[in-house]
């Protein structure tokens, strides 16, 4: 584990660009244990600043520090660091174990100890019983978690995944996403970036928001959308007789209004996103009306750059 006295990672003031495209732009972060989202849309940076992080770019200007390391002064760091790629060759003919036993050889194990570390990570990572199956026949999922598997194999401090739940089904999400909360546990320090809020509130409630190469927001998420309850929240709901569902919205405190959307959904509109959602059960079984569902359509990173970018201008 790392030091308490030297965070995992040190990112001062570090800028990439790529000719006049700017892929960072004066980032500064201090992080270490547990795990952290890297949250922002597609081009927000993301994958530039893992590569920063691996050394596969070198800063335009700014240092990084992993355990208090320039890695472009000592490669030293990454024998404490697992990498997973957002996207990445695998070798199908090989069987999972093989895979990441190999690895773990070039770690410098023995074949006996490769391969009791082997079969404890894709055990960790929920794949023990299909580790002799060729990885030509996983699923995208199981691609997934064997490339996790992979970059523990030498139990590393750090571990950085690069869009880690990346087309996988809803089942391969769950897994890895606890696979991901069982390392913050441990103590790692993790990093994991994802342009999909919902996935990152499900694995981690301290956040890193980038937006255009810029730290937008860093912290708690739930602090962080609590500061946002001066905007306007939507809450869209489907019912058999929208107007008359808005009646019973009208006269309670949190909400300032409502409107009808498309047929059959009525938006009603709030600056306490909370309060709103504390009083919609009771205004509903009072309405007596059936509804077919009810949505945050705010509830989303897109919304939450908006407001943190309106803040910020």
Same mark, same amino acid.
């Given at each position: 584990?790392?030091?308490?006295?030297? !965070?995992?990672?040190?990112?001062?003031?570090?800028?990439?660009?790529?000719?006049?495209?700017?892929?960072?732009?004066?980032?500064?972060? @201090?992080?270490?244990?547990?795990?952290?989202?890297? &949250?922002?849309?597609?081009?927000?940076?993301?994958?530039?600043? $893992? =590569?920063?992080?691996?050394?596969?770019?070198?800063?335009?200007?700014?240092?990084?520090?992993? $355990?208090?390391? +320039? !890695?472009?002064?000592?490669?030293? !760091?990454?024998?404490?660091?697992?990498?997973?790629?957002?996207?990445?060759?695998?070798?199908?003919?090989?069987?999972?174990?093989? $895979?990441?036993?190999?690895?773990?050889?070039?770690?410098?194990?023995?074949?006996?100890?490769?391969? +009791?570390?082997?079969?404890?990570?894709?055990?960790?990572?929920?794949? @023990?019983?299909?580790?002799?199956?060729?990885?030509? =026949?996983?699923?995208?999922?199981?691609?997934?978690?064997? =490339?996790?598997?992979?970059?523990?194999?030498? +139990? %590393?401090?750090?571990? #950085?995944?690069?869009?880690?739940?990346?087309?996988?089904?809803?089942?391969?999400?769950?897994?890895?996403?606890?696979?991901?909360?069982?390392?913050?546990?441990?103590? =790692?320090?993790?990093?994991?970036?994802?342009?999909?809020?919902?996935?990152?509130?499900?694995?981690?409630?301290?956040?890193?928001?980038?937006?255009?190469?810029?730290?937008?927001?860093?912290?708690?998420?739930?602090?962080? /959308?609590?500061?946002?309850?001066?905007?306007?929240? /939507? #809450? &869209?709901?489907?019912?058999?007789?929208?107007?008359?569902?808005?009646?019973?919205?009208?006269?309670?405190? %949190?909400?300032?209004?409502?409107? $009808?959307?498309?047929?059959?959904? &009525?938006?009603?509109?709030?600056?306490?996103?909370?309060? @709103?959602?504390?009083?919609?059960?009771?205004?509903?079984?009072?309405?007596?009306?059936?509804?077919?569902? #009810?949505?945050?359509?705010?509830?989303?990173?897109?919304?939450?750059?908006?407001?943190?970018?309106?803040?910020?201008?």
């Amino acid at each position: 584990m790392s030091t308490k006295t030297t !965070p995992a990672v040190v990112i001062d003031k570090c800028s990439k660009w790529y000719g006049q495209v700017i892929g960072i732009n004066e980032v500064s972060l @201090a992080i270490d244990g547990g795990v952290t989202g890297i &949250l922002g849309p597609n081009g927000a940076g993301k994958s530039t600043l $893992f =590569k920063l992080l691996m050394g596969r770019l070198k800063p335009s200007s700014g240092n990084v520090r992993l $355990f208090g390391v +320039d !890695p472009w002064e000592s490669t030293s !760091p990454y024998r404490r660091v697992g990498y997973v790629a957002e996207t990445e060759k695998l070798y199908d003919w090989m069987t999972g174990h093989d $895979f990441v036993s190999t690895l773990a050889r070039l770690h410098g194990m023995t074949r006996e100890e490769a391969s +009791d570390r082997a079969s404890h990570v894709l055990d960790f990572v929920g794949l @023990a019983d299909v580790q002799n199956k060729e990885i030509g =026949k996983y699923s995208k999922g199981m691609r997934q978690r064997v =490339k996790i598997a992979h970059a523990l194999v030498h +139990d %590393p401090d750090l571990i #950085i995944l690069d869009e880690p739940l990346h087309g996988c089904d809803p089942i391969a999400r769950t897994s890895i996403m606890s696979v991901i909360r069982d390392l913050g546990a441990q103590g =790692k320090t993790v990093l994991v970036s994802s342009h999909i809020l919902d996935e990152i509130e499900r694995i981690t409630e301290q956040i890193v928001i980038l937006h255009n190469g810029r730290l937008l927001a860093l912290g708690n998420l739930h602090a962080i /959308r609590d500061l946002l309850d001066k905007h306007p929240h /939507r #809450i &869209l709901i489907r019912a058999e007789n929208p107007r008359k569902l808005a009646e019973y919205f009208v006269p309670e405190d %949190p909400v300032y209004g409502v409107r $009808f959307a498309e047929e059959g959904a &009525l938006e009603v509109l709030t600056n306490d996103l909370s309060a @709103a959602h504390d009083v919609l059960p009771r205004v509903i079984v009072d309405s007596g009306l059936k509804i077919t569902s #009810i949505e945050n359509p705010d509830d989303n990173l897109e919304a939450l750059l908006g407001y943190l970018v309106g803040d910020a201008s």
